[in-house]
């Protein structure tokens, strides 16, 4: 890719050097396959078991030792792999309708229960015009009939940062043997998860996400309910053998997906650290986009406030100007941001999240999403207003 400012890392995170480096080298020290009976195959399989227990201890510490780790070749198939789970068939599941496409599609294909007559059923949560979940319609539609809830941690569009905590306290007294499902790919090695506190029972981890060249992978504890977590773990053993839904790990891809969790949650210049330089990026970019509306004279706003955000996002809607005008004109310049999800780019209609917070579909046709990562820099956050405002004279 040319130089350019890359202000779409929540689309897609360019790997780290190092992690590239390690990448390399397990490819070569592990070629064979880790399902082989052979000697090579076992030493891949034993790598890609102390990949999994590396991540879970840097993600959960002391805890990690409770927790699951399945692979996958991306965030989206861990999130389909949990919904095929025989036992949600037929369910009643509470989501929101803000959830990435991903966790949508899955939840709607897992209720539909092929052998009986009978449907499951989804219930779903609007979110505010700041982007978080309505948690007295949240309350109001959870009840003990709900076997499922499924939401995000972080909306990868409008960076909206739920209060997992909360939302397990309602589920404790409305539905307590509900199964507690988080989308934190956005999070993930990123923002502090509350693991325990919110008794998560199933997340997801996407490669791309967090500086690693591919994979992912889904986090499972069941807290307790041993039979719960036999079916589950059983399940997914199936879709490997003999189903075949789903492909072998690479030894590669496992270890170096490992490695950026790693250094993300564990170096001294991991997380913390990265969380302070994100976070005045994130500050000094709101303060930019006011500058630049008293001196154009612009009505420019930002519906998700930073205290309810997570500082690797900021959402901005510029009200008559197209987004994806925009997008193309700034990307003609260098700058890479982008108009909502990557992953419904082609979808005419915005996604009901960036109509939340916009107000309107045609308000929600004018959002602009600028997502961090570890490369971001403050000179490019200049660079990039006044490219921004070459464009916005140009449009």
């Known amino acids: 890719m040319r130089e350019c400012i890359y202000f779409d890392s929540a689309a897609a995170m360019s790997a780290r050097s190092e992690i590239l480096d390690s990448f390399k080298e397990y490819t070569l020290r592990y070629p064979a396959n880790p399902e082989a009976l052979h000697s090579a195959g076992v030493e891949a399989a034993m790598a890609i078991k102390r990949a999994g227990e590396d991540i879970t201890t840097a993600l959960i510490g002391s805890f990690g030792d409770d927790y699951a780790l399945t692979w996958s070749s991306s965030a989206t198939e861990a999130i389909s792999m949990a919904f095929m789970f025989p036992y949600f068939k037929g369910k009643v599941i509470l989501t929101t309708d803000s959830e990435h496409p991903a966790m949508q599609y ?88 509350p693991w325990q506190e919110a008794k998560i029972n199933i997340a997801f981890i996407g490669g791309h996400k967090v500086g690693a060249p591919s994979g992912g992978a889904l986090i499972s504890n ?32 496992c270890m170096a997906l490992a490695d950026a969790v790693v250094y993300a949650e564990s170096t001294p210049l991991g997380k913390t650290e990265l969380l302070g330089k994100v976070a005045h990026l994130n500050k ?27 500082p690797y996002i900021v959402t901005v809607l510029i009200p008559t100007f197209q987004s994806e005008i925009l997008v193309r004109m700034l990307a003609d ?63």
Do not use: W
């Open 106 to 193: 899955a939840v709607e294909r897992s209720v539909f229960c092929e052998a009986s007559t009978s449907s499951g059923v989804v219930r779903k949560v609007s979110v505010n015009s700041d982007g978080l979940v309505d948690l007295e319609m949240f309350e109001a539609k959870l009840d003990s009939d709900v076997a499922v809830v499924a939401v995000h941690h972080v909306q990868n569009e409008t960076g909206a940062l739920q209060d997992l905590c909360e939302l397990r306290r309602i589920i404790n007294r409305k539905a307590p043997d509900a199964i507690f499902i988080v989308d934190t790919v956005q999070s993930i090695a990123k923002l502090a998860i």
């Open 222 to 253: 069941f807290y307790g309910n041993s039979k719960l977590r036999t079916a589950f773990r059983n399940h997914l053993s199936n879709l490997r053998s003999p189903e075949h839904y789903i492909g072998r790990p690479d030894t590669a891809i």
């Open 284 to 310: 000094v970019l709101r303060a930019k986009f006011a500058d630049l509306a008293e001196k154009m004279n612009l009505k420019i706003l930002m519906p998700v406030p930073a205290d309810s955000a997570t």
């Open 333 to 395: 310049k260098g700058v890479m941001v982008s108009a909502g999800s990557a992953c419904e780019a082609s979808n005419s209609k915005p996604s009901q999240a960036l109509i939340a917070i916009a107000g309107s579909e045609k308000s929600a046709r004018s959002v602009l999403r600028v997502s961090f990562s570890c490369k971001s820099q403050i000179n490019e956050v200049e660079q990039f207003i006044s490219k921004l405002t070459q464009v916005l004279i140009e449009y």
